[in-house]
């Protein structure tokens, strides 16, 4: 893996990546902890990319990527279709630390 520049402006950051191609970016997590606002900002313009958090003193490190999934739909009567998307959608996570999306719907947590 190489180093290829260090940015501290987040727009500049933002078109970096963009003309480096990077395959992973480090953020400095916040410090009163949560994630970096940049990191979903990174993701959806660069779907591929992987963004590593850290915070100040390294006590702390989280990966963020996106992840495409496919799921088979066995029903496909309406309603099972609609719960279907429920479910999907609940699953949505915007760089949520210790979340990976597939828990299912909040009330199945």
Sequence with gaps: MEVVGEELDPLRLLLAVGERDAEVVVLTQPPAGGDPGLCSHLLSEYPRLVVLGLSPHGERAVLY?????????????????????????????????????????????
Aim: net charge negative; charged share 35%.
């Design 65 to 109: 990527r996106l992840q495409m999934t496919r799921e088979e739909l066995a029903e496909r009567t309406d309603d099972h279709l609609l719960a279907a998307l429920r479910r999907a959608t609940a699953r949505v996570v915007d760089c949520n630390p210790g979340t990976t999306g597939d828990e299912g719907p909040p009330a199945e947590r």
